[in-house]
């Protein structure tokens, strides 16, 4: 699992020395816990990503039946690899590459969504989420953790809907576009079987 890289500014070193500045105790039982909007935003987002998931592998598989990759189990390959895959096979216009490439950027914050927990900042539009899992802070971090310690990541309120909203149109797009070559592929094939 890949989480956001870390970006330094003052707002996240402000909110990270909230949470490290508040007992443990008092983050879990009084921090506010989501609100049904919240819920409605991350739902949206896991949900992007299943589909953007499943239009990359349609994609990946149609070329390896047209033989423009190597037969095998594509639905084996991690989606990492999908994802490298779909960027590389085409020569995209640059506007779609970038978006195929901010999809696979912005997955680490659909990890986030689905593998921490999350809350609400007390005073603040802004979100904690929080984990305990040393194979995670492993991979975060490269050392082993100390007792007690957590992995937490922070993020403004707006952001979230607003990366949602973004992707939604990458992902419209993305879904348009495997439907169309997906069409290409059926009609070659059509025109293959008349002759």
């Known amino acids: 699992m890949a989480l956001p890289p870390n970006s330094e500014t003052e707002r996240g070193v402000y909110l990270r020395n909230v949470f ?16 049904v909007e919240d819920y409605a935003v991350v739902g949206r987002l896991i949900n992007l990503y299943s589909f953007i998931e499943i239009n990359l592998r349609r994609l990946v598989e149609s070329w390896t039946d047209a033989d423009l990759l190597p037969k095998g189990r594509i639905k084996d390959l ?8 779909a960027q590389t096979v085409l020569l995209w216009p640059e506007a779609n590459l970038f978006a195929l490439k901010k999809m696979a950027e912005l997955r680490s914050l659909r990890n986030l969504v689905a593998h921490f927990g999350m809350m609400r900042f007390p005073d603040d539009d802004a979100f904690l989420f929080i984990a305990k899992s040393e194979a995670d802070y492993k991979k975060q971090t490269g050392e082993q953790s100390v007792e007690d310690v957590m992995l ?12 949602v909203q973004e992707l939604e149109g990458m992902a419209q ?21 008349k002759s």
Do not use: M
């Not at 069409?183 to 070659?188: F, I, N, P, S, V």
């Open 152 to 163: 937490i990541a922070v993020l403004d309120g707006p952001a979230l809907p607003r990366l």
């Open 78 to 85: 991690p989606l990492g690899r999908v994802e490298e895959l």
């Open 173 to 193: 797009w993305l879904a348009t576009v495997t439907a169309q070559i997906l069409k290409q592929k059926a009609d070659a094939e059509a025109d293959v079987s």
């Open 20 to 35: 490290y500045n508040t007992h443990p105790t008092e983050v879990f039982s009084t921090w506010p816990k989501l609100i």
